[in-house]
């Protein structure tokens, strides 16, 4: 369990709403990241944030944004939103590797499905 | 684009056999991992490979790397009936900045 905790964890909106998905972690880690699972794409990368008030785009950013104004808190917002964006969320946290290349393992929360109808 | 792709994209096996799944990239590496996902779950940490290395153990997994065919593979000995889930492969590209690239994943099915 890496305490990552997200929410909520199901919703359906209407398009064109706004939704704010929440992640909060209890392990204060620097990087937190925002990753969408579709069938056919696999996880595909939103945003990330490498510390307060530093967030980077990922490859699939067009009609996201995020926001962290705290160390514990990632959010996710779609401004208005569209079907294409039915998708299930996934908020994930990095512990960083203590060695010289040990790598970058992510630990993952359960997930969010979204439904926009 | 996937950095990095699985194959085959579903496996279906009798409990007992070994399951080999393995994953392609496209660009230089620090590390390849490999994650699980139950149905309905998040995705869990199996194993990290460095790219200097060529082969690892954990138990019942082992992995390889082999960086000169941008390709690894995931054994899975005497599979077991909860080993059922989809399987990924990630890649930290070396210009990628603390960022995880995964593949489609394969969708291993064991059967009792």
């Known amino acids: 369990d890496a305490g990552i905790t997200q929410s909520p964890r199901h919703k359906v909106t209407e398009t064109g709403t706004p939704v704010t998905l929440r992640c909060h972690q209890t392990?204060?880690?620097?990087?937190m990241y925002w990753y969408r699972q579709d069938p056919g794409h696999g996880l595909r990368l939103i945003h990330y944030?490498?510390?307060?008030?530093?967030?980077d785009k990922g490859e699939v950013s067009d009609g996201y944004s995020v926001s962290r104004s705290k160390t514990e808190d990632f959010l996710l917002t779609l401004e208005s939103a569209t079907s294409s964006q039915t998708s299930v969320y996934f908020c994930?946290?990095?512990?960083?590797?203590?060695?010289?290349?040990?790598?970058?393992?992510?630990?993952f929360g359960e997930g969010s499905w979204l439904t926009v109808v | 684009s996937q950095q990095g792709e699985e194959d085959p994209q579903a496996l279906s096996i009798q409990e007992g056999e070994n399951a080999t799944m393995n994953c392609s990239y496209k660009?230089?590496?620090?590390?390849l991992q490999w994650y699980r996902q139950n149905s309905g779950r998040g995705l869990v940490h199996l194993i990290l490979?460095?790219?200097?290395?060529r082969e690892k153990h954990s138990g019942r997994l082992r992995v390889t790397l082999d960086t000169s065919k941008k390709s690894s593979s995931l054994l899975i000995t005497a599979s077991r009936a909860a080993d059922t889930a989809s399987y990924f492969c990630a890649t930290d590209a070396r210009m990628g900045a603390q960022k995880l690239v995964f593949g489609q994943g394969t969708r291993l099915t064991i059967n009792p």
């Open positions: 392990e204060n880690h620097r990087y």
């Open positions: 994930a946290i990095s512990r960083l590797g203590t060695e010289f290349n040990s790598g970058n393992t992510i630990y």
């Open positions: 490979i460095r790219s200097n290395e």
């Open positions: 944030s490498y510390g307060v008030k530093d967030t």
């Open positions: 660009t230089s590496i620090n590390n």
